[in-house]
């Protein structure tokens, strides 16, 4: 293995997705809480490399980028804590899978306007195990819906945890932060119970 | 983005990538053509910290830019949004660094086990405390 510096470990990192259909807010959500500016890292895609039945030529390839904005949060010195936002388009799943693996939940975003565009988010953590709370983002206030409304609407579990939120609002994306690692604690402690 | 272009765009072809748009690369051509990198599995928030200063024969710009950023540590991620290269490309380069004992990584929980209590806690606590 590699020799290390003593002086240079790093604190212990965890991930937070924040997920959601284009347009929800996911950027503005992880800008709202970050201590840095947002920073863009990209992964190139070929539609190829997706399906290993591929039997169509090298000119019919198309190269395409997806681009996840992260933020971070520093809890202390020996923990930091990234919050992902993840692209939203069902062809991507692939990718959500790397970033799922190891994260301490998800965030689905959603916005009542087009409240089908987290369903994939919805179904793929579900699948997956991993805990997430949907967060109802309120463009303007014009919030004509109540959370029990989107539960019924998104056909959720009565232990998901469903709250309105301003993803602009620093005090509000922490709300729903907090709420989010709460709902981990639970689904912990009870399997803490259970094992 | 278009809009900010100076000159008028032609409207006939690839031309109009000259010298001005800047380079149009291949990105995998500073990698020379791998894609897969000869360590496994760098996570995203796996941190990397050069262990050694700079290397006389490191092997590309790019390599040096990569060692020169992990002068502290920073996770994979990070390193790709600040080299302004895609994932992929950044997770081969940095393949190639921790291969030759530049480099030293720091794994984050490898499972999908979740943290445990106390560390819950304290980030609930250190979000209420923003």
């Given at each position: 293995?590699?020799?290390?510096?003593?002086?240079?470990?790093?604190?212990?990192?965890?991930?937070?997705?924040?997920?959601?259909?284009?347009?929800?807010?996911?950027?503005?959500?992880v800008?709202?809480?970050?201590?840095?500016?947002?920073?863009?890292?990209?992964?190139?895609?070929?539609?190829?490399?997706?399906?290993?039945?591929?039997?169509?030529?090298?000119?019919?390839?198309?190269?395409?980028?997806?681009?996840?904005?992260?933020?971070?949060?520093?809890?202390?010195?020996?923990?930091v804590?990234?919050?992902?936002?993840?692209?939203?388009?069902?062809?991507?799943?692939?990718?959500?899978?790397?970033?799922?693996?190891?994260a301490?939940?998800?965030?689905?975003?959603?916005?009542?306007?087009?409240?089908?565009?987290?369903?994939?988010?919805?179904?793929?953590?579900?699948?997956?195990?991993?805990?997430?709370?949907?967060?109802?983002?309120?463009?303007?206030?014009?919030?004509?819906?109540t959370?029990?409304?989107?539960?019924?609407?998104?056909?959720?579990?009565?232990?998901?945890?469903?709250?309105?939120?301003?993803?602009?609002?620093r005090?509000?994306?922490?709300?729903?932060?907090i709420?989010?690692?709460?709902?981990?604690?639970?689904?912990?402690?009870?399997?803490?119970?259970?094992? | 983005?278009?809009?900010?272009?100076?000159?008028?765009?032609?409207?006939?072809?690839?031309?109009?990538?000259?010298?001005?748009?800047?380079?149009?690369?291949?990105?995998?051509?500073?990698?020379?053509?791998?894609?897969?990198?000869?360590?496994?599995?760098?996570d995203?928030?796996?941190?990397?910290?050069?262990?050694?200063?700079?290397?006389?024969?490191?092997?590309?710009?790019?390599?040096?830019?990569?060692?020169?950023?992990?002068?502290e540590?920073?996770?994979?991620?990070?390193?790709?949004?600040?080299?302004?290269?895609?994932?992929?490309?950044?997770?081969?380069?940095?393949?190639?660094?921790?291969s030759?004992?530049?480099?030293?990584?720091?794994?984050?929980?490898?499972t999908?086990?979740?943290?445990?209590?106390?560390?819950?806690?304290?980030?609930?606590?250190?979000?209420r405390?923003?």
């Amino acid at each position: 293995m590699d020799s290390v510096r003593s002086d240079a470990a790093p604190p212990q990192a965890l991930k937070i997705l924040v997920a959601g259909g284009f347009g929800a807010g996911k950027t503005t959500m992880v800008g709202a809480v970050s201590e840095i500016s947002p920073l863009r890292t990209e992964e190139v895609l070929t539609t190829a490399g997706m399906d290993t039945d591929d039997t169509t030529g090298v000119q019919d390839k198309l190269t395409t980028t997806v681009a996840m904005d992260f933020g971070r949060i520093t809890i202390s010195p020996n923990l930091v804590l990234y919050l992902f936002g993840t692209p939203g388009q069902n062809r991507f799943w692939f990718l959500w899978d790397e970033l799922a693996t190891g994260a301490l939940g998800a965030v689905v975003l959603a916005d009542t306007r087009r409240l089908a565009d987290s369903f994939a988010a919805i179904d793929y953590f579900e699948q997956r195990g991993t805990p997430f709370v949907v967060a109802v983002n309120c463009f303007d206030s014009e919030q004509s819906y109540t959370d029990s409304q989107v539960r019924e609407a998104l056909d959720l579990d009565a232990y998901v945890p469903v709250l309105l939120c301003d993803a602009r609002d620093r005090d509000s994306v922490k709300h729903v932060l907090i709420t989010l690692v709460e709902h981990v604690l639970v689904k912990v402690r009870a399997n803490a119970m259970a094992g | 983005m278009a809009a900010e272009r100076a000159g008028p765009i032609p409207d006939d072809g690839p031309a109009w990538w000259d010298h001005e748009a800047g380079p149009v690369v291949r990105p995998y051509m500073v990698t020379g053509g791998r894609v897969e990198p000869v360590t496994a599995d760098l996570d995203l928030i796996t941190h990397v910290v050069a262990v050694r200063t700079l290397a006389a024969d490191t092997p590309s710009p790019e390599h040096q830019t990569i060692l020169a950023l992990t002068q502290e540590p920073r996770p994979v991620a990070e390193v790709a949004a600040r080299v302004d290269l895609p994932l992929g490309v950044v997770r081969v380069l940095l393949g190639d660094l921790l291969s030759a004992g530049l480099v030293a990584r720091y794994d984050p929980p490898s499972t999908d086990d979740l943290p445990n209590i106390e560390t819950l806690q304290a980030v609930i606590h250190g979000l209420r405390a923003l």
